[in-house]
């Protein structure tokens, strides 16, 4: 099962919420493979201008990282 776009919204609000009294963010979805690699990308694209590695080294599931994308910018 995929994530809806509330479920992208409710990311970022988590994430921003807790942002500035973190150092690192673990990304883990029940599989471990796309959908965490794709939340871990997003959030690396918007915070860090930068998602390549994600890319080239995991399985990114596309739905769940555009949503995230999208969500941001909404």
């Given at each position: 099962i995929s994530i809806t776009s509330e479920q992208a919204q409710q990311i970022w609000s988590f994430v921003e919420k807790n942002l500035s009294n973190v150092k690192l963010i673990v990304c883990q979805c029940e599989q471990g493979v796309s959908r965490s690699a794709a939340i871990a990308a997003a959030l690396s694209r918007?915070?860090?201008?930068?998602?390549?590695?994600?890319?080239?080294?995991?399985?990114?599931?596309?739905?769940?990282?555009?949503?995230?994308?999208?969500?941001?910018?909404e």
């Amino acid at each position: 099962i995929s994530i809806t776009s509330e479920q992208a919204q409710q990311i970022w609000s988590f994430v921003e919420k807790n942002l500035s009294n973190v150092k690192l963010i673990v990304c883990q979805c029940e599989q471990g493979v796309s959908r965490s690699a794709a939340i871990a990308a997003a959030l690396s694209r918007i915070l860090q201008n930068e998602d390549e590695y994600f890319f080239k080294y995991y399985w990114v599931n596309r739905w769940v990282y555009d949503l995230l994308i999208q969500a941001k910018q909404e």
